[in-house]
T-cell receptor, first 115, second 114 residues
Framework: NAGVTQTPKFQVLKTGQSMTLQCAQD?????MSWYRQDPGMGLRLIHYSVGAGITDQGEVPNGYNVSRSTTEDFPLRLLSAAPSQTSVYFC??????????????FGEGSRLTVL | AQKVTQAQTEISVVEKEDVTLDCVYE???????LFWYKQPPSGELVFLIR??????QNEISGRYSWNFQKSTSSFNFTITASQVVDSAVYFCAPRHTGRRALTFGSGTRLQVQP
C-alpha cells in the first residue's frame, strides 16, 4: 500500500491564482482531512470528510474548497490564493465507525508559497 | 471550550539524558483520547501513542513512557536515554469521542546534542 499520497510536494503561486492539492489514500479509510501547518504552530484543521459525498468545515476553512466524490480522493482547492495561505499542507486519513481508533495517517505534506 | 497547551517551546539535552515533554489538556469532557505525534526534520508526521481518558495507567514502550493524570489534565511523555535521532518536534493532540479531528498543540522542539 502507498498510504496517503499528496501532490504536488512543492508549489509556488502568484496572488489570485487558483490550484488544487491532490490527496489519495489506498487504505479504504472513511475519514479524510486537510490540515495546514504554519511556522511555530501546530496543525490546524481546514476541512474534513467522514465519507464519500460528505464534507464539513474545520477550524480555518476560509479560502478553501473540498469535495469527496470517491472514498480514495479528497482534493483541496484554493480559489484565489493569498500570501496568508503560504503554508505546509497535510492530508490525513483514518478508519471510521467501530474501527476508528483515531490514529491519523498523514501524507508527506505539500509546501505552498504564494507570492 | 477545550485547550491544549505545550508550554515548552524548545528543549535541548545531551545524548543519553532523560527528557520529559509536557502537555496539558483542559476540557469539560469526561471521555476523550490523547495522541502524541513526532515530526522529525524530514517533515513527516509519525504516530507515537494513543491513550484513553479513562485509562490512567502509565505505559512504557522501550525508551518511551507516558504519564497521564486526569486530575491535573496532564499527559506527559518521557524519553529515556535520549538519542540524536530523537531530535524532532513533538505534538500532543487530543480528540473527543464522537469527533474524528485531532486538535494539535503548538509542539515542543527537542534537540538532542551528541
Amino acid at each position: 500500500n502507498a498510504g496517503v499520497t499528496q501532490t504536488p510536494k512543492f508549489q509556488v503561486l502568484k496572488t489570485g491564482q487558483s490550484m488544487t492539492l491532490q490527496c489519495a489514500q489506498d487504505m479504504n479509510h472513511e475519514y479524510m482531512s486537510w490540515y495546514r501547518q504554519d511556522p511555530g504552530m501546530g496543525l490546524r484543521l481546514i476541512h474534513y470528510s467522514v465519507g464519500a459525498g460528505i464534507t464539513d468545515q474545520g477550524e480555518v476553512p476560509n479560502g478553501y474548497n473540498v469535495s469527496r466524490s470517491t472514498t480514495e480522493d479528497f482534493p483541496l482547492r484554493l480559489l484565489s490564493a493569498a500570501p496568508s495561505q503560504t503554508s505546509v499542507y497535510f492530508c490525513a486519513s483514518s478508519y471510521g465507525g467501530s474501527r476508528h481508533t483515531g490514529e491519523l495517517f498523514f501524507g508527506e505534506g505539500s509546501r505552498l508559497t504564494v507570492l | 471550550a477545550q485547550k491544549v497547551t505545550q508550554a515548552q517551546t524548545e528543549i535541548s539535552v545531551v545524548e543519553k539524558e532523560d527528557v520529559t515533554l509536557d502537555c496539558v489538556y483542559e476540557t469539560r469532557d469526561t471521555t476523550y483520547y490523547l495522541f502524541w505525534y513526532k515530526q522529525p526534520p524530514s517533515g513527516e508526521l509519525v504516530f507515537l501513542i494513543r491513550r484513553n481518558s479513562f485509562d490512567e495507567q502509565n505505559e512504557i514502550s522501550g525508551r518511551y513512557s507516558w504519564n497521564f493524570q486526569k486530575s491535573t489534565s496532564s499527559f506527559n511523555f518521557t524519553i529515556t536515554a535520549s538519542q540524536v535521532v530523537d531530535s524532532a518536534v513533538y505534538f500532543c493532540a487530543p480528540r473527543h469521542t464522537g469527533r474524528r479531528a485531532l486538535t494539535f498543540g503548538s509542539g515542543t522542539r527537542l534537540q538532542v546534542q551528541p
